[in-house]
């Protein structure tokens, strides 16, 4: 376990070439694919049946990853549009479900100001392996308070909307208490729909036409929800939401929810009282009951968890259906299971020394992770 505090700029560790395993899943193994990347955050396929893994660097360039060679020519590049460092930069990408016909694709970056930059891009008509830089149209700006806390992640759901994942702006504590204010994005997730020219907000949303609320939040009550996923066979969606002193967060959203969801953020940091300190749940700050992550853990095993994505690929059976997570700061990694009843149980999986940035899945549901050393490692037997 390597041990540093949170605040991705700082902490360019120094990854090993193997990795302790224990538990039940001893034979799960990483094994490094790809190497050389600048500070990469996330990792994301187009689904369009080219196999090719797009891997999302820190500092501004998207690099295509085509059967175990990087690409020399980035898939876009926006560094001139953003200062990249701590918890800014390009942080998030997602491929339109349609991308095969409508060459689109939507990223997250925080913009020269540090704000909250939503854009579509489309790929060049004339190199599907190149972005026509162009085709940039900004769909939203979320104005950010301080340098952290930024979110970053984007993810259409089976719905087909585009949900994106708002932290609470920073700086610690949520000083503005705007987890719990409906009346920002911030600590948020939103829910969006981008299937025409411009953004509009799905009428389904479960706050439209509510006073005082802003219509595109989907979910409330969230820090900083660095990475969530889709379950890409129920639908089902995971949250992990970075801890403040004490406890990390996996959140659990059955496919079946109308969204409306209160994570808790920052009346409850995990299941006990934030701020307040004592009778947080009998506070009913948007009308519902607080929704406790249905797995925690405490600082002493890690201090900034990365959200992963529930396994369905073929290689490594004894993961299938379970939810694989880590920490980047102690490269723990975890994976939770529901059985039949819906009850979670979470065992540790591996003890790694990696600074776990994101995870990604392939066209086939392969998990890899991405250690922000710039290494890319798969999931394997
Ligand atoms: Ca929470």
Redesign the pocket.
Known sequence: MRYSKMGLGVLIGCALSSVALSGLAGAAKLNRVAAGFQQPLGLANAADGSSRLFVVEQGGKIKILQAGKVLPTPFLDISSLTDAGGERGLLGLAFDPKFKSNGRLFINYTDKGGNTTIARYSVSSANKNVVDPKSAKVLLKIEQPYANHNGGQLEFGPDGMLYVGMGDGGSGGDPENYGQNMNSLLGKMLRLDVSSDTLSVPKNNPFVGKDGTKAEIWAS???NPWRFSFDRKTGDLWIA?VGQNKLE?I?FQAASSKGGEN???RL???NSCFNPSRGCDAVRANGVKLT??VFQYPHNRGVSVTGGYVYRGSSVPELAGQYVFGDFGSGVIWATSRDGNGKFSTREMMDTDYSIAAFGEDEAGELYLVGYDGTIYKFAR
């Open positions: 009550g969230l820090r939401d967060e959140n994570y808790g953020w409850k940091e995990g406790d992550p």
